[in-house]
């Protein structure tokens, strides 16, 4: 029997939203009509960059990648994160405290599921990528140069590994 790896719904696993953040005040659109999207990609991924669900903890393909490298968007192949900014945050899914550059990544207010989250999107296609979390300690806990973790879906990467 096929099990799926993905959420029909997203799943919190934090109740704790950004207020420094600039939220956009139109509606979340998708930059890409439906025929636009990357052919290539599984009914999962679309599942998760498309209608935005998320995907099982501890299942993403990338969770435990350590090698160096870019990852980027599943859809328009938009870079989003670099490898030294990942960090194992042991919540079920990939950890970045920072894109790769400003404007790599857009921000939403996100009020799904009974709570205000902050969703995280690629700038480049509007592909949803997963959420942000801001003041968990991760800065006092590990050193990083920053208290945010981006919360993101495997589901939603490719990555290039560096020559």
Not at 39 to 65: F, I, M
Not at 94 to 116: C, H, L
Request: glycine share 6%; with cysteine.
């Amino acid at each position: 029997m096929f099990r799926s790896t993905v959420f029909r719904r997203n799943l919190a696993t934090t109740f704790r939203y950004s207020l420094s953040r600039q939220f956009s005040s139109h509606p979340i659109q998708l930059k890409m009509s439906p025929p636009n999207w990357n052919p290539e990609l599984t009914a999962e991924q679309l599942l998760v960059l498309r209608d935005k669900h998320t995907e099982r903890p501890h299942t993403g393909a990338y969770l435990n990648n350590n090698d160096s490298g870019i990852y980027h968007c599943a859809n328009c192949d938009s870079p989003l994160y670099k490898s030294d900014t990942k960090f194992n945050s042991q919540c079920g899914w990939p950890s970045f405290y920072e894109e790769v550059s400003k404007g790599a990544i857009t921000y939403n207010r996100d009020s799904t599921m009974g709570m205000v989250r902050t969703e995280i999107c690629c700038a480049k296609c509007g592909g949803h990528l997963g959420h942000v979390f801001e003041g968990e300690g991760w800065r006092e806990r590990l050193g990083l140069p920053q208290d945010v973790r981006h919360c993101v879906n495997s589901l939603s990467l490719n990555f290039k590994k560096k020559d």
